[in-house]
């Protein structure tokens, strides 16, 4: 019997994870900053997209102190974050064929610029379509996923494949599949989701990558700051107009 309180246990399991995507995911991370160094460098745009609660770690790296200015949330509607009522109007609109070959078409990416695709199972129509698209458009294609489902579940899609198979490169969130960390006695579901805690450092540890990639090719890293510190605000008005043309969300 485990005499930790939820709370340790919890915490415990997200450090446990933490550790295996720093130990694991290592080379597909420094991969993962270097696409985004070359991509920058190149005057290149970011995006990111997630649908439902897998677009929180995407718009986490925007418009955000210490991150890059040019990265972008690809926005879907319906899909961003928890927007819709009911919200399992947002779990069908990811199996929706089409939908993220228009959205993709109707956005200002093109090729040479970069998106990341986050998606935890990676077996839905949307993230599918998504990654093989922005392919097929000259992007290159990052899966941000938990390679699990691949191995213990059925793709929910025409094509039979998982986000993984569509991508240049993929980052392993090692979240099990129904993303759950704890059971207890008398509770009958699992409980106690880890995946965007997860997922949202797996993020910032690219990002972190990223800007010193560029800062060892001799290119300034277009970072923001904290619009709350001395300064800050100047700053980023710089870094903004100097950046104009990659950034959509200003």
């Known amino acids: 019997m485990d005499d930790r309180s939820p709370a340790d246990r919890y915490l415990t399991a997200a450090v446990a994870l933490l550790e295996r995507v720093r130990d694991e995911e290592a080379a597909a991370v420094a991969a993962a900053g270097r696409a985004i160094a070359d991509t920058v460098a190149a005057g290149g745009r970011l995006f990111a997209?997630?649908?439902?609660?897998?677009?929180?770690?995407?718009?986490?790296?925007?418009?955000?102190?210490?991150?890059?200015?040019?990265?972008?949330?690809?926005?879907?509607?319906?899909?961003?974050?928890?927007?819709?009522?009911?919200?399992?109007?947002?779990?069908?609109?990811?199996?929706?064929?089409?939908?993220?070959?228009?959205?993709?078409?109707?956005?200002?990416?093109?090729?040479?610029?970069?998106?990341?695709?986050i998606s935890l199972s990676g077996r839905n129509t949307l993230p599918?379509?998504?990654?093989?698209?922005?392919?097929?458009?000259?992007?290159?294609?990052?899966?941000?996923?938990?390679?699990?489902?691949?191995?213990?579940?059925?793709?929910?899609?025409?094509?039979?494949?998982?986000?993984?198979?569509?991508?240049?490169?993929?980052?392993?969130n090692k979240i099990a599949v129904g993303d759950a960390e704890l059971t207890a006695e008398g509770v009958a579901a699992p409980f106690a989701p880890a995946s965007t805690v997860v997922t949202s450092a797996l993020m910032q540890a690219v990002m972190a990558t990223a800007a010193t990639a560029l800062a060892d090719r001799g290119v300034e890293p277009p970072l923001l700051r904290s619009g709350n510190v001395d300064g800050g605000t100047e700053w980023n008005a710089r870094v903004i107009e100097e950046n104009a043309a990659r950034i959509f969300w200003h």
């Open 49 to 117: 997209f997630g649908a439902g609660h897998s677009s929180l770690p995407a718009q986490d790296t925007v418009y955000r102190a210490g991150g890059l200015a040019v990265m972008n949330v690809l926005t879907v509607p319906g899909l961003t974050g928890v927007d819709v009522r009911p919200a399992t109007l947002g779990s069908a609109l990811e199996r929706v064929e089409g939908l993220a070959a228009t959205v993709l078409d109707a956005s200002p990416a093109a090729a040479g610029d970069l998106l990341f695709v």
């Open 128 to 172: 599918v379509e998504m990654a093989g698209h922005a392919r097929g458009l000259g992007l290159t294609v990052i899966g941000v996923t938990s390679v699990a489902y691949a191995a213990e579940t059925t793709p929910r899609n025409a094509s039979g494949t998982f986000l993984k198979d569509h991508c240049d490169i993929v980052l392993d």
